[in-house]
C-alpha cells in the first residue's frame, strides 16, 4: 500500500502562484509515475501533469507554461508549482501515483483562484 498526503492548496487571486506538494510513504519501490490530477465542480477529474522516475513529464495544454511538475526521489515526493493562476484553474487537486499509471490517491487539496 502507498499512502499519499498533499499539501499546499489554498486561496490565491489570479496570476499570483501556489506550489502543491505531495510526500508518498509505505510500499514506493514500485513507485513510478506520479501526478497531479484536477476535478472542478461539474467536471470529470482529468490529468494536470505527470513526471516519471526517469524525468520525463507531460503536461495538459490548458497548463502548459505555467505549471511545472518536479519530483524528489529521495524524498518520495512530488511537487506542482502553479504560476499565472486562472480562475479555471479552481479546482480540487489530487495526487496520485503508480507503477506505471495512477494507483494511490490522495485525499484532494483545494485550489481556488478568485479576486
Known amino acids: 500500500q502507498v499512502q499519499l498526503v498533499e499539501s499546499g492548496g489554498g486561496l490565491v487571486q489570479p496570476g499570483g502562484s501556489l506550489r502543491l506538494s505531495c510526500a508518498a510513504s509505505g510500499t514506493i519501490s514500485s513507485i513510478n509515475f506520479m501526478g497531479w490530477y484536477r476535478q472542478a465542480p461539474g467536471k470529470q477529474r482529468g490529468l494536470v501533469a505527470r513526471?516519471?522516475?526517469?524525468?520525463?513529464?507531460y503536461y495538459a495544454g490548458s497548463v502548459q507554461g505555467r505549471f511545472t511538475i518536479s519530483r524528489d526521489n529521495a524524498k518520495s515526493t512530488v511537487y506542482l508549482q502553479m504560476n499565472s493562476l486562472k480562475p479555471d484553474d479552481t479546482a480540487v487537486y489530487y495526487c496520485?501515483?503508480?507503477?506505471?499509471?495512477?494507483?494511490?490517491w490522495g485525499q484532494g487539496t483545494q485550489v481556488t483562484v478568485s479576486s
Open positions: 513526471i516519471m522516475t526517469g524525468g520525463s513529464t
Open positions: 496520485s501515483a503508480g507503477r506505471l499509471g495512477p494507483g494511490y
